[in-house]
């Protein structure tokens, strides 16, 4: 199960929202071996395509060094699907690296950036096969700092 609290759930739904129709991408981490989203990181979807998400891999270095020295990983990696439901595709499967994150996926296709609901959902991915996990919204579960909470590589 997904544990993620309120702030973060909400900074996730606006990022796909505000970049919608071009799929948002990005990470919530947290302590190594954790399992504690703690830490929105917005990420730029360098493909700027709305079926597929890309991250910088400059930025994506600088980033793995900065969870190295801070002893994080990513918790959440999510991306978001304009004209899809949220569930992973072949690609999203394939590219899938990280065993131990909850891979959360946002259909922004109903509303787009609209007011609106989008489907939100989480999945873990290991050696290919997927597994749908519930997600439980909590306004306990985590706090964001004001500047991690819209902080943006790039």
Known sequence: MLRIDQATYDAIVEHAKRDHPVEACG????????????????MVNA????????YD??????????LD????EPVVIYHSHSATEAYPSVTDINLASEPGAHYV????????????PVEFRS????????????????????????????????
């Open 105 to 116: 996926l946002v259909s922004t296709r109903e509303h787009g950036n609209n007011e609106g």
């Open 57 to 66: 891999s400059t930025d994506l270095l600088h980033l793995y060094k900065e």
């Open 69 to 72: 020295d801070r002893d994080e």
């Open 123 to 154: 999945y873990r991915i290991i050696d290919g096969v997927v597994t749908e996990e519930d997600v439980q919204v909590d306004a306990a579960v985590a706090t964001l700092s004001p500047e991690a909470s819209h902080e943006e590589t790039g």
């Open 27 to 42: 990470m919530v981490v947290g302590p190594v071996g954790s399992d504690r989203p703690e830490r929105l990181v917005e």
């Open 47 to 54: 493909a700027g395509s709305p079926t597929f998400y890309e």
